[in-house]
Structures are given as C-alpha cells and as structure tokens.
C-alpha cells in the first residue's frame, strides 16, 4: 500500500466538500470525490486535477445502500485503505420547516441524509479506516445544530427548522456515540461547523466563502494522534452543544 494520505469526501462536487477535496490536495493527498451526479463529479475531478491535486471520482449517493457498498468497494481496489473520512453531503430538506406546518417528508429527507447517511457511510468505510496508521472522521455539521446557541435568545441561529437544524443536533450527538465506541481505537472524530457559507444549500446567502468554510474540516482532518475526539469545532475553537 502507499504511503500517500488517502481521504474520502462525501459531496465534493461542489461547495464546501470542493473546496475540502482541493485542501486536503494541497497537502498532497489522494482524495476521492464522492458524489451522486456523474458529470459533476468528473468535472470536479478534472478541475482538481488541473490545480495539481490527486483526485479520484467516488459515485456515492449516501442513502442508497448499494451505492455505498460499491464505493467502499472501489477505495479499497484502488487504496487498500482509508485514511481519512469527510461526511460532508447534507441536505435541508426543503423549506420552510415551522415545526406546526412542516411537511413530515422534508424531516424525513433531512435525517436520511445528514445523520443516517453519515452512519451508512461511515460504518461501510470503517474496515479500511482501521487499516490506516492515523485514521481520521471529520463530521461536517453547523452551529444551528447548537442546542446551546438555540436556545439562547440573543445567539444568531437562522430561521426557525424543525428538520435541518436538528438533524445537525442529532448528527452531534452521534459523532458522540461514535467517539465513545471508538475510544479505545486510533481512530479521532469530530464535529465541525464551517460557519455560514455561502452555497447552493442556503441559495448562495451565506456571508463566507466555501474555501473558509472548508478550512476547519482540513484542520481536524490533519489532527496529529493525540489531538481531540468526540468534540464540536469551528475555526475559533469548540463550539457549545
């Protein structure tokens, strides 16, 4: 197997996960594009390639079984292993989410994909994860997903969502489970919230780029052995539960 760092990045195509594929590159890492549309997934690929990085298509849709399976199948056929892991694809579930008008599907979305699509994912990858020397999961999540911040009356949390906001909470509070289990193991994982981005998630109104928001998660997915897990970070330090 090679030496070289290898890293998966769920939703890399564009937006954050880009711009976390194009850092981890940069530190001369082999990444895998993870991602459900084949010709956005490609022109990503290509695109990083062109910057220098060594970049490699993932088709992953996170809710779909199968898909899974078959792209663990394709990192270990090209890697052998898996060093480091970004959960990043997420979804809002549509809006708007008032809890007393929400439509039930738009929760239903939202947990499928930002919380069990993570557990599909990450459970499908763990076998090559413990094949690596330093084996990193960095779970992208959001400051909404704050039950702290939420429910202080003069902390900025968005609009009122009753799926997406808390299927960030729930997605937390599994990264801690995760952690528990794990503690015993080299494996570190984390939760971290790239701050209010401006992407196709939230129609382009976030007042940060992509590539600041992707800072954190390059950051905690390059944490030396005896750095932090079961943690929540973004890029002033721990955010509060």
């Known amino acids: ?41 490609e022109a990503a690929v290509q695109k990083l390639r062109a910057g220098g990085a060594d970049a490699f298509g993932v088709p992953l849709d996170v809710t779909d079984d199968a898909s899974v399976a078959a792209a663990a199948r394709l990192v270990e056929e090209r890697a052998g292993r898996l060093d480091v892991l970004v959960n990043n694809a997420a979804v809002t579930g549509g809006m708007p989410q008032t809890p007393t008008t929400v439509d ?78 794990l503690r015993d193991t080299n494996i570190l994982i984390n939760a971290a919230c790239p701050g209010y981005c401006a992407t196709d998630l939230n129609g382009l109104s976030g007042v940060r780029t992509p590539e600041q928001g992707a800072a954190i998660a390059i950051r905690l997915a390059s944490l030396p052995d005896d750095g932090p897990t079961g943690a929540f970070f973004d890029e002033d330090g721990v955010v509060p539960w």
């Open 104 to 181: 039930l599907s738009a929760v239903r979305t939202a947990v499928e994909t930002n919380v069990v699509g993570v557990i599909r994912v990450t459970n499908a990858l763990l076998p090559l994860l413990r094949r690596s020397a330093s084996p990193r999961i960095v779970n992208m999540s959001s400051s909404v997903g704050s039950l702290t911040r939420q429910t202080d009356s003069d902390a900025e949390t968005g609009p009122i969502s009753v799926a997406y906001a808390p299927s960030k909470s729930f997605l937390n509070a599994v990264t801690v489970q995760y952690a528990k289990e």
């Open 1 to 41: 197997m090679s030496g070289q760092t290898i890293a998966l990045v769920t939703g890399a195509n564009k937006g954050i996960g880009y711009e976390i594929a194009a850092g981890l590159g940069a530190l001369g890492w082999s990444v895998g594009v993870g991602a459900r549309d084949e010709a956005r997934r």
